[in-house]
């Protein structure tokens, strides 16, 4: 980092805050002794998104959370917890490594996070994401729900 009044490029750091993705450090010239702060970003780096048809594009987080949004539409989720749910889901493909992540592993992600929040956002979310074609996909989905909720309940009670 060069001192914004001498160009010299040593410094020291004084202090150091993080706050979430950013970093606030506080340094001082170790030639003039002038005091300033930077900010610094982690860069989080996700993988290519390999579409159904080949094509690969960048991941992108909007329109992840356009999908969300569209199905807790008129549900009681709040905009804080669908970027909960976006950033476990960043965390989730970048812990995961690798270059390139396909849409089918993104949608059951992110099916499995809808899951535990909201049961009828999950049945939206599934019923685009998987693209039924009859009513006995859809059931299927209803009944997988119904008996994981009656698991749930078992559990709950011993």
Not at 33 to 47: H, K
Not at 62 to 72: H, N, P, S
Not at 77 to 86: A, C, D, H, K, P
Request: some cysteine.
């Amino acid at each position: 980092m060069r001192c914004f009044r001498c160009g010299a490029d040593k410094d020291s750091v004084i202090d150091s805050r993080a706050d979430g993705a950013l970093i606030r450090r506080r340094r001082e010239c170790n030639q003039c002794g002038y005091r300033f702060s930077t900010l610094e970003r982690i860069e989080i780096v996700l993988p290519m998104v390999v579409k159904k048809d080949g094509r690969r594009e960048a991941f992108s987080s909007e329109k992840v959370r356009k999908g969300l949004e569209r199905a807790c539409e008129k549900r009681p989720i709040g905009s804080e917890t669908i970027g909960r749910l976006l950033e476990c889901l960043e965390v989730q493909i970048t812990e995961r490594g690798g270059k390139e992540i396909t849409t089918n592993e993104i949608g059951m992600n992110v099916l499995v996070l809808l899951r535990d929040v909201d049961q009828i956002a999950y049945v939206r979310f599934a019923s685009v994401y998987g693209a039924f074609s009859t009513i006995d996909q859809f059931l299927d989905i209803l009944s997988s729900l119904q008996e994981t909720a009656q698991i749930s309940n078992a559990v709950g009670e011993l």
